[in-house]
Structure formats: C-alpha cells, structure tokens
C-alpha cells in the first residue's frame, strides 16, 4: 500500500506543513512505509470531541472558490487546519462541544495573499454544529469569508507507532527541486533538500490507538525558515488523500512556509 506522511508543524505563530511520499521503509528499501492496521471505520465517542483528523472543504464566500480542506487536532485542543491552494491556520479548540468559537491565527506563502493582500493574520473560526463524526461553521479574516465541512477521517482510528512511521520519505518537482527525509524506528528524523536546507529532530507517539505523531524539529542552513518547529504528522493512504494533490496548490519550495510535499509514484 502506497502511504504518505502528512506532517504539520507551527513555529511561534506561523504555521508549516509538510505532505510527504512513502517511497520504501527504512534503509531505502523498494517497499512502501508501512501503516499499522488496515482501513477501518472510525467509531463514534460518545461526546462530540474534537480531537481527530477531519477532512473536507472550504468554500470562500468571497473569491467564490472551494477547496479541500485537512484539519489535525490532538489532545490537547492544538489544531492545525490546511487547505489545498495554501491556506493553513493553527489555534486551539476546546476538546468538546457542539457549538463554540475560536480565534486561529493564519498564514500564506510569499507567492500568494489572503484577500486583503497580506500573508499573515487571523481568523475567527465559528462552529455552528459539531459532533462525533461531522463538523460545520463558518470563518472569516484577512479579508476573506466563507463556510467549512469536514468530517471525521475513518485514519483517526489507525494505531500509531514508531515502527509505522520509519521509513524514507522524498519528493522532487519539474523545476529541480528534491527533498529526502528519513525518520528512523526510535523516532529520530533528519531531512535535507537540494537548496541546502536541513531538518533534524524527533517524532512521538502521544496515543498509540490513534494515528497522530507528535513532531519535534530544527531547520538550519534554510535562511528565513531556520528555527524550530513543533506540531503534530499523521499517516495516510495515498488513495485518501487523492482529492488533495490534485487540487494542490504549486508552491515554490524557496518562497514558502507552508509546503506540501508530493508523491513519487
């Protein structure tokens, strides 16, 4: 099964993603990373808590536009919500409820703006109905406004482990661009890219029974994005996650926070 490693991350109040490949296990052999567990449906709690891997889209009132829409949240409220045409918004949310509000604060890359021209801002997200398995509301900032659905990702039910994550990770584009990144089976990391950017770090497991990495790095020798980077990974089936790199917005690795790693095959 081809996997990929969704991987978010926020530096003080910026928020970085990285979508990568599995392109074999660790040790470059030619087998995909594997993933513990085979596809199930997620079961319900029996509150409608928030913690979790939601899925969907965005639909900007303003542009008109609609676009896939990833969210991860773990246990402790941190959520970071991504979008395919480079959105990405990070905050907290309260770990029940079926309606509440929450403040996230929001980042572009260099290459694009929010509506009002800026890359950086916030966003007053409003959930107006959450439960087990669905989330709906409205947001608005940065001068755009609009309306989310999403739904509980039936990977929240997968367990995580070290053993699940290790492997090697690639990604190289048509204008040259190539990144490598190893993780290894007692959770250390280490990453670099053809423009001389290098990652090194750790990856835990805070729940063994739910598909949610904790993610522990430092970038160097990257220029404005050296600095350390704490958020949360997740590993998904490619076939999931489909929707997503087509959609997936361009971004140039040498203007951008918020990168989205693509598949290899």
Request: aromatic fraction near 6%.
């Amino acid at each position: 099964m081809t996997t990929r490693m969704f991987v978010s991350a926020g530096l003080t109040l910026v928020t970085a993603s990285l979508l990568l490949a599995g392109c074999g296990g660790g040790g470059g052999s030619s087998s995909a990373a594997p993933v513990a567990g085979s596809p199930t449906s997620p079961t319900p709690p029996t509150a409608a808590t928030t913690p979790g891997i939601w899925k969907g889209t965005i639909t900007s009132a303003t542009t008109g536009q609609t676009a896939p829409i990833v969210a991860l949240t773990g246990h402790d409220g941190h959520s970071v919500w991504m979008t395919a045409d480079g959105r990405v918004w990070g905050g907290l949310l309260p770990m029940s409820g079926d309606h509440f509000d929450a403040t996230f604060d929001g980042h572009m890359h260099d290459g694009v703006h929010f509506p009002d021209g800026t890359n950086h801002g916030t966003a007053s997200m409003t959930i107006d109905h959450h439960s087990a398995s669905t989330t709906s509301g409205r947001y608005s900032g940065s001068g755009d406004a609009g309306t989310f659905n999403m739904s509980l990702s039936p990977m929240w039910e997968r367990a995580a482990s070290l053993g699940a994550a290790a492997g090697v990770y690639t990604r190289s584009t048509s204008n040259g661009y190539a990144m490598t990144m190893t993780i290894h089976a007692d959770g250390q990391l280490s990453a670099s890219d053809s423009r001389g950017c290098v990652i090194s770090g750790t990856i835990a497991v805070p729940d063994a029974l739910h598909n949610l990495y904790g993610i522990d790095a430092t970038v160097s020798s990257c220029g404005s994005l050296d600095g350390r980077y704490r958020g949360m990974g997740t590993l998904v089936d490619a076939e999931a996650m489909q929707d997503w790199m087509t959609a997936m917005h361009p971004l140039d690795p040498s203007l951008t926070v918020a990168r989205h790693m693509e598949g290899c095959g």
